[in-house]
């Protein structure tokens, strides 16, 4: 079983920037296909960004296309999501997630992450 601790969370004005970590232990990160979800208030969990085994391929919701961009380093065990030109509906609890992949090239569907860490708060002022 795999072990997430997210970092990097804070407040920021719209239009700035933060980059979250999330550090994984405990099994071989490589084995892994990675992700990051989001979730405001009074909303439900959603996708935000994915990236394969490799980090060769990543996929994106729409809502973040062109700002966001999601990045790993298997010899640090480390997955990164650099937010750039953020804006207040960016505002929620940021989770790193996991899933084992028999596919090393390829991104996995959101709905197979099964694997999640405790969460980092993200809040965007206006």
């Known amino acids: 079983q795999v072990q997430l601790v997210e970092s990097g969370g804070g407040l920021v004005q719209a239009g700035g920037s933060l980059r979250l970590s999330c550090a994984a232990s405990g099994r071989t990160f490589s084995d892994y296909a990675m992700g990051w979800f989001r979730q405001a208030p009074g909303k439900e969990r959603e996708f935000v960004a994915g990236?394969?085994?490799?980090?060769?391929?990543?996929h994106y919701a729409d809502s973040v296309k062109g700002r966001f961009s999601i990045s790993r380093d298997n010899a640090k065990n480390t997955v990164y999501l650099q937010m750039n030109n953020l804006k207040p509906e960016d505002t929620a609890v940021y989770y790193c997630?996991?899933?084992?992949?028999?596919?090393?090239?390829?991104?996995?569907?959101?709905?197979?992450?099964?694997?999640w860490g405790q969460g980092t708060q993200v809040t965007v002022s206006s």
């Open positions: 990236i394969s085994r490799s980090g060769d391929n990543v």
């Open positions: 997630a996991a899933a084992e992949s028999g596919y090393f090239y390829r991104v996995i569907p959101p709905q197979t992450y099964n694997y």
